[in-house]
T-cell receptor, first 115, second 112 residues
Framework: GAVVSQHPSWVICKSGTSVKIECRSL??????MFWYRQFPKQSLMLMAT?????????EQGVEKDKFLINHASLTLSTLTVTSAHPEDSSFYIC???????????FGPGTRLTVT | KNQVEQSPQSLIILEGKNCTLQ??????????LRWYKQDTGRGPVSLTI?????NTKSNGRYTATLDADTKQSSLHITASQLSDSASYIC???????????FGAGTRLTVKP
């Protein structure tokens, strides 16, 4: 149990386009989900915290208008990278906090490449 | 300054050998300390979780220790295998806001 999926697992897009990444908790409810970004050989950097039914909380330096987060249900959060640029190329990882026990589970990640 | 410091940054060992990874933290108080294994291009997978009252926790060939007084933790890997090649990340949870503080990780390479 406690599986978190991400879709797509990798995506290549052209500069200026938008990309949506989905994060799903498959077998548990998650009131809170987190979005991280990871550059090569670096650790995970928290981008934002999303709570079901409310606005996401963004970390300092993360543009909320560029990284749109929607957490419309207890099992799904989406991250949309708007007007993507090559510097947005990164590995995006989500995690879901299980409502029942506050345990946090990570998704497999999404590799975004902007050309 | 990062509140969770890991060492070494990278490590290369031969298959079958043991190794120990270190984690020093300044998060105080903390609710739990976790070690994750992250394969290249994958999300982190939990290895061990310890509360402040626990000194050691094992998961197969992985054994984590915790000294809450000195704020140090270690992850010992026994009889390493090629599949152990990965990044190992130490994460300390802040109970005040349930934030997770990530270390930069140790990149382990196991060679045949």
């Amino acid at each position: 149990g406690a599986v978190v999926s991400q879709h797509p697992s990798w995506v290549i897009c052209k500069s200026g386009t938008s990309v949506k990444i989905e994060c799903r908790s498959l077998d548990f409810q998650a009131t809170t989900m987190f979005w991280y970004r990871q550059f090569p050989k670096q650790s995970l950097m928290l981008m934002a915290t999303s709570n079901e039914g409310s606005k996401a909380t963004y970390e300092q330096g993360v543009e909320k208008d560029k990284f749109l987060i929607n957490h419309a249900s207890l099992t799904l959060s989406t991250l949309t990278v708007t007007s993507a640029h090559p510097e947005d190329s990164s590995f995006y990882i989500c995690s879901a906090r299980r409502t029942a026990n506050y345990e946090q589970y990570f998704g497999p990640g999404t590799r975004l490449t902007v050309t | 300054k990062n509140q969770v410091e890991q060492s070494p940054q990278s490590l290369i060992i031969l298959e079958g050998k043991n190794c120990t990874l270190q984690c020093n933290y300044t998060v105080s108080p903390f609710s739990n300390l976790r070690w994750y294994k992250q394969d290249t291009g994958r999300g982190p997978v939990s290895l061990t979780i310890m509360t402040f009252s626990e000194n050691t926790k094992s998961n197969g060939r992985y054994t984590a220790t915790l000294d809450a007084d000195t704020k140090q933790s270690s992850l010992h890997i026994t009889a390493s295998q090629l599949s152990d090649s990965a990044s190992y990340i130490c994460v300390v949870s802040d109970p005040n806001n349930n934030d997770m503080r990530f270390g930069a990780g140790t990149r382990l390479t196991v060679k045949p």
